[in-house]
């Protein structure tokens, strides 16, 4: 794996997150999950590159995101597109999707794959649940949260960035 710095990603994100998804990744207490998402992005927050990820409350994930510092976002090669469905459907609650996966975590502050194209190390800098107040555009709310289950939005700085 080789570092650079986050000005040197040369990924569009509109295709890396909305089109080939990624994995959102987090480890404490000696256990490691990560699922897949498909909203969220990257930018500039507090003068520091950074990452916006949007969870929702029941996500096995989020309990590790929330009981760490870090998070990790990975993106992979169409090859695992398969990996990243599953990874979007299973649930660490019942299951132990890194074993199943096939994945193999290289130990950072967040899980690292040894798969992973990309992958960013995100130290946690903010976090905030959406709320129905909150929304302009009340059909939004209609659609995307008809159990009240808003996503917590997430702000986390941008480390390290690992290729492959
Ligand atoms: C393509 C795709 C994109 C997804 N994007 C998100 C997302 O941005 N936020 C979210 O909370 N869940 C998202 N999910 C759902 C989670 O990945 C899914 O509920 C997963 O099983 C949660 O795993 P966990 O319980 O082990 O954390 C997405 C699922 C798929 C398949």
Redesign the pocket.
Known sequence: MREITPDKIDKNVFEAIGKE?ML?GAQADGKV????????GMGIMWNKNVVF????P?????KLIDAGEYMSISFFDESYRNM??Y???????DED?IEKSGLTIIQDKAPVFEQAQMTLVCKKLYSQALTEKGFYDKTLTKTFYPQNDY?EMYVAEIEKVLLK
């Open positions: 998804w959102v999950n990560a699922m897949t998402a498909s909203w969220g990820v949007f969870i929702r029941q996500r096995y994930t989020k990243l469905t990874m979007g459907k299973a649930s660490g609650k999707k996503h």
